[in-house]
C-alpha cells in the first residue's frame, strides 16, 4: 500500500525534544488508516546514532531511520525524500509538534480542492506528560494563491505545508538554487526559494494545527547573524539562477522587495557590505511599485527622497543599533563574514 503522508524529520543528536516530535506525529497518524502514514528520520551523523539514543521509547507508531554521514539538513531532508513513498510530504524539525487532526484535514482539503500545496494556522503548544502536547490557538496566516507570496511574503513555519510528493519532487530533482553546506542554518529559506517560482494550487486551512516545541535547546535562531548570511546566499544564488522570463516577473520581483526589506530591519551600524549587498539584491530585481516597500510614512519620505535615501533617513531616525541586538561578538562576526565571502 502506498502511504497517503510521508513525514520526513532530519535529526542530529537532540533525542529530548524528538521524543516529543515522534509522538506529536504518531497521534496524526493514528488517526488516520493503518499504514497510511510513514515516519522517516535522517540521522545526520548523530554520535551515538539516534536510533540507539531512542532505545527503549515507543512513539506509538513504526518509524524508519536512514542514515547518512553529516551533511546538513538540506540534504538530509533530499535524502528522506528520495527515500519517501507518500503521495503528500510532510517536513518536520526534530523539535517540531503538530496537532493530532493535522494530518487528517490537510488531506481532506487537499484532495477536495487538488491542491499541490496545504497549509494552515500556527498553535501554541505546551508539552504535557508521557511526551504528549498540548494545542491551543495562535497567531493565523492569510491566505494566498501563489507560490511567491506564500513562500517569500508569508514564509510559514517550514513545518507548516504539506505537499504534494510530485511537486516537491519537480521543483527539487535539479534545484534552482543548488544545496550548498554553507546555506544549511537557512534549510527552509533554501527550500522555500526554490518552490517561489513554480506554479502551485495552494489551499489554506483555518485551524491552529502546527506548533514549535517550547525546548530549551539550542538553535540557530539565537543567532539571527548567521541565520541573515545564509539566507543572503540563498537569494543571490536565487537571483543569479532564476530565468528573467514572464512566468518569473512575479517572483523575482518580491524576492527583490525582501531584500529590501530585509535591509530596512538591520541596524544602522551593522556590516557593511552584508547591508550592500541586500540593496544590490533589490537594484538587481524587477521593480513594482514604492507602495510594496513600506508603511505609509515610508512610501511618503520614499516619494520625495528615493527608496534608498528614504530608508537611510528612517534608520538613522528610528533604527536601532546593533548593540541592542547582537548575538556575536565582534571576532565572531568578521570571522563569519570573512568566512562566507562577505
Same mark, same amino acid.
Given at each position: 500500500?502506498?502511504?497517503?503522508?510521508?513525514?520526513?524529520?532530519?535529526?542530529?543528536?537532540?533525542?529530548?525534544?524528538?521524543?516529543?516530535?515522534?509522538?506529536?506525529?504518531?497521534?496524526?497518524?493514528?488517526?488516520?488508516?493503518?499504514?497510511?502514514?510513514?515516519?522517516?528520520?535522517?540521522?545526520?551523523?548523530?554520535?551515538?546514532?539516534?536510533?540507539?539514543?531512542?532505545?527503549?521509547?515507543?512513539?506509538?507508531?513504526?518509524?524508519?531511520?536512514?542514515?547518512?554521514?553529516?551533511?546538513?539538513?538540506?540534504?538530509?531532508?533530499?535524502?528522506?525524500?528520495? %527515500? +519517501?513513498?507518500?503521495?503528500?510530504?510532510?517536513?518536520? $524539525?526534530?523539535?517540531?509538534?503538530? &496537532?493530532? =487532526? /493535522? *494530518?487528517?484535514?490537510?488531506?481532506?482539503?487537499?484532495?477536495?480542492?487538488?491542491?499541490?500545496?496545504?497549509?494552515?494556522?500556527?498553535?501554541?503548544?505546551?508539552?504535557?506528560?508521557?511526551?504528549?502536547?498540548?494545542?491551543?490557538?495562535?497567531?493565523?496566516?492569510?491566505?494566498?494563491?501563489?507560490?511567491?507570496?506564500?513562500?517569500?511574503?508569508?514564509?510559514?513555519?517550514?513545518?507548516?505545508?504539506?505537499?504534494?510528493?510530485?511537486?516537491?519532487?519537480?521543483?527539487?530533482?535539479?534545484?534552482?538554487?543548488?544545496?550548498?553546506?554553507?546555506?544549511?542554518?537557512?534549510?527552509?529559506?533554501?527550500?522555500?526559494?526554490?518552490?517561489?517560482?513554480?506554479?502551485?494550487?495552494?489551499?489554506?486551512?483555518? %485551524? +491552529?494545527?502546527?506548533?514549535?516545541?517550547?525546548?530549551? $535547546?539550542?538553535?540557530?535562531?539565537? &543567532?539571527? =547573524? /548567521? *541565520?541573515?548570511?545564509?539566507?543572503?546566499?540563498?537569494?543571490?544564488?536565487?537571483?543569479?539562477?532564476?530565468?528573467?522570463?514572464?512566468?518569473?516577473?512575479?517572483?523575482?520581483?518580491?524576492?527583490?522587495?525582501?531584500?529590501?526589506?530585509?535591509?530596512?530591519?538591520?541596524?544602522?551600524?551593522?556590516?557593511?557590505?552584508?547591508?550592500?549587498?541586500?540593496?544590490?539584491?533589490?537594484?538587481?530585481?524587477?521593480?513594482?511599485?514604492?507602495?510594496?516597500?513600506?508603511?505609509?510614512?515610508?512610501?511618503?519620505?520614499?516619494?520625495?527622497?528615493?527608496?534608498?535615501?528614504?530608508?537611510?533617513?528612517?534608520?538613522?531616525?528610528?533604527?536601532?543599533?546593533?548593540?541592542?541586538?547582537?548575538?556575536?561578538?565582534? %571576532?565572531?562576526?568578521?570571522?563569519?563574514?570573512?568566512?562566507?565571502?562577505?
Amino acid at each position: 500500500m502506498t502511504p497517503l503522508v510521508s513525514i520526513i524529520i532530519p535529526g542530529y543528536n537532540r533525542p529530548g525534544p524528538l521524543r516529543y516530535t515522534l509522538r506529536s506525529a504518531a497521534r496524526a497518524a493514528d488517526a488516520l488508516a493503518p499504514a497510511s502514514v510513514e515516519i522517516i528520520i535522517v540521522d545526520d551523523g548523530s554520535v551515538p546514532p539516534l536510533e540507539e539514543q531512542l532505545a527503549g521509547f515507543d512513539p506509538g507508531y513504526p518509524v524508519v531511520h536512514l542514515h547518512q554521514p553529516n551533511q546538513g539538513s538540506i540534504i538530509a531532508r533530499l535524502t528522506g525524500l528520495n %527515500a +519517501s513513498r507518500g503521495e503528500r510530504i510532510l517536513f518536520l $524539525d526534530s523539535d517540531d509538534l503538530i &496537532h493530532p =487532526e /493535522k *494530518l487528517t484535514r490537510h488531506l481532506d482539503v487537499a484532495g477536495r480542492e487538488d491542491a499541490d500545496i496545504t497549509y494552515d494556522d500556527m498553535a501554541v503548544a505546551t508539552l504535557g506528560t508521557g511526551f504528549t502536547s498540548n494545542f491551543e490557538k495562535g497567531p493565523s496566516l492569510p491566505a494566498c494563491t501563489t507560490s511567491h507570496e506564500l513562500f517569500l511574503r508569508i514564509q510559514p513555519a517550514p513545518h507548516n505545508p504539506v505537499y504534494r510528493r510530485a511537486y516537491l519532487v519537480r521543483a527539487l530533482v535539479n534545484p534552482l538554487v543548488k544545496p550548498e553546506r554553507r546555506m544549511d542554518p537557512s534549510g527552509d529559506v533554501w527550500l522555500y526559494y526554490n518552490l517561489a517560482h513554480l506554479p502551485a494550487r495552494i489551499a489554506k486551512i483555518d %485551524a +491552529s494545527l502546527t506548533a514549535a516545541g517550547p525546548h530549551e $535547546d539550542a538553535r540557530y535562531s539565537q &543567532h539571527w =547573524e /548567521k *541565520l541573515g548570511v545564509a539566507s543572503l546566499l540563498v537569494a543571490e544564488s536565487f537571483q543569479r539562477a532564476c530565468p528573467h522570463s514572464e512566468p518569473t516577473h512575479a517572483a523575482r520581483k518580491l524576492a527583490g522587495e525582501v531584500a529590501f526589506s530585509s535591509w530596512r530591519r538591520l541596524p544602522a551600524d551593522y556590516h557593511t557590505e552584508f547591508a550592500l549587498r541586500h540593496l544590490a539584491l533589490w537594484r538587481l530585481a524587477p521593480h513594482g511599485s514604492v507602495d510594496a516597500l513600506g508603511g505609509r510614512f515610508f512610501v511618503i519620505t520614499a516619494r520625495l527622497l528615493g527608496p534608498v535615501f528614504a530608508g537611510k533617513l528612517l534608520k538613522r531616525i528610528f533604527g536601532h543599533t546593533y548593540a541592542s541586538c547582537r548575538t556575536l561578538n565582534d %571576532a565572531e562576526l568578521m570571522r563569519l563574514m570573512h568566512d562566507h565571502g562577505i
